[in-house]
Nanobody, 128 residues
Framework: EVQLVESGGGLVQAGGSLRLSCAVSGFSFDDYAIAWFRQAPGKEREGVSCISSKFGSTAYADAVKGRFTISSDNARNTVYLEMNSLKPEDTAVYYC?????????????????????WGQGTQVTVSS
C-alpha cells in the first residue's frame, strides 16, 4: 500500500523556520519523484518544490527559491522541506505527492495531475 505522511507543520513567526517531513512507504525513490505542494485558503494548490533522488535533481517555485530546500533520506524513506525566512504568505496546508517520472521536474510543479499519490497535508501558519 502506498502511503505518504506529512509532519512538522505548526505556527511560526515571520522570519522563522520549519522543517516538514514526508514519510513514504509502498514504493521506491528510484521509481518516483517527490514534490511538495501547498494550498492557502481560497487559492489553488500550487507546486513548491520537487526532488528526484534517483538523479539528484531538484526544482523550486520562484516564490520559495533561496528560502526553501528540499532533500531526501533514502535510508529513512523520507523527504524533507526546510523552510527558512518564512513569510505570512507561506501560510498554507502543505502536501507531499509522488510522481512516476523523474523528468521535467520544474514543469511538473505546475501539473498537479501528474502526481499519482498524495498525503493528507500538514498546516503551516506564519504570523506577522
Amino acid at each position: 500500500e502506498v502511503q505518504l505522511v506529512e509532519s512538522g507543520g505548526g505556527l511560526v513567526q515571520a522570519g522563522g523556520s520549519l522543517r516538514l517531513s514526508c514519510a513514504v512507504s509502498g514504493f521506491s525513490f528510484d521509481d518516483y519523484a517527490i514534490a511538495w505542494f501547498r494550498q492557502a485558503p481560497g487559492k489553488e494548490r500550487e507546486g513548491v518544490s520537487c526532488i528526484s533522488s534517483k538523479f539528484g535533481s531538484t526544482a523550486y517555485a520562484d516564490a520559495v527559491k533561496g528560502r526553501f530546500t528540499i532533500s531526501s533520506d533514502n535510508a529513512r524513506n523520507t523527504v524533507y522541506l526546510e523552510m527558512n525566512s518564512l513569510k505570512p504568505e507561506d501560510t498554507a496546508v502543505y502536501y507531499c505527492a509522488a510522481r512516476n517520472s523523474h523528468w521535467y521536474l520544474e514543469r511538473s510543479l505546475k501539473s498537479l495531475w501528474d502526481y499519482e499519490y498524495w498525503g493528507q497535508g500538514t498546516q503551516v501558519t506564519v504570523s506577522s
